[in-house]
């Protein structure tokens, strides 16, 4: 079975740190890019960033780029998403999320984890 | 603000048919495949149309996907009443070199 496990979200101040995980299980983690997507309380879904299943090809949004790294350990089936400088508008349920087809990152998100909560308040 | 126009609300009765509409540009829905998200309230996103009109494995074919231009388009036939959710359209964009998501609709079934 796909599995996608998010973790590491919590209460941080303005201009702290917080480092995410998405633990995969039951597919080839090497062979499929993966993104981070988040979502504000009541609001919509926003694209973070994406890394391509070697880790050769990372894209971000402008509204993070310089301030988050996304990362990959395929030796551990993980994606890691490194955010510094956090603001009060990063607040957002982070969600890790499996590109449909294997060497991709343009297209659809077939799997998404169940989300990891990042509040940034003092 | 999102590049991707999707209006805000749609409603149907039950066993009506739906159309939610999703307006973007020539780098993003015209060039890109456009894929369809639905959100139940207090879940995680789920793939219900990928590349423009393709539906997974064992979302109901009542769900169905077009796109035209820079346009696309989610029809929802026979609607029921667990189809209530927010849907959300979303593609690459050449542009900015990242995913856009639309605003998401909030689908009430009446």
């Known amino acids: 079975e796909v599995q996608l496990l998010e973790s590491g979200g919590g209460l941080v101040q303005p201009g702290g740190s917080l480092r995410l995980s998405c633990a995969a299980s039951?597919?080839?983690?090497?062979?499929?890019?993966m993104s981070w997507v988040r979502q504000a309380p009541g609001k919509g879904l926003e694209w973070v960033s994406a890394?391509?299943?070697?880790?050769?090809?990372?894209y971000y949004a402008d509204s993070v780029e310089g301030r988050f790294t996304i990362s990959r350990d395929n030796s551990k089936n993980t994606l890691y998403l490194q955010m510094n400088s956090l603001r009060a508008e990063d607040t957002a349920v982070y969600y890790c999320?499996?590109?449909?087809?294997?060497?991709?990152?343009?297209?659809?998100?077939?799997?998404w984890g169940q989300g990891t909560m990042v509040t940034v308040s003092s | 603000q999102s590049v991707l126009t999707q209006p805000p609300s749609a409603s149907g009765t039950p066993g009506q048919r739906v159309i939610i509409s999703c307006s973007g540009s020539?780098?993003?829905?015209?060039?890109?495949?456009v894929n369809w998200y639905q959100q139940l309230p207090g879940m995680a996103p789920k793939l219900l149309i990928y590349?423009?009109?393709q539906g997974p494995s064992g979302v109901p074919d009542r769900f169905s996907g077009s796109k035209s231009g820079t346009s696309a388009s989610l029809a929802i036939s026979g609607l029921q009443s667990e189809d209530e959710a927010d849907y959300y359209c979303a593609a690459w964009d050449d542009r900015v070199s990242g995913v856009l998501f639309g605003g998401g609709t909030k689908l009430t079934v009446l």
């Open positions: 020539i780098s993003n829905i015209e060039t890109n495949t």
């Open positions: 590349g423009d009109n």
């Open positions: 039951g597919f080839s983690f090497s062979s499929y890019g």
């Open positions: 890394m391509s299943g070697g880790a050769i090809s990372t």
């Open positions: 999320a499996k590109e449909y087809f294997q060497n991709s990152l343009h297209d659809a998100f077939d799997m």
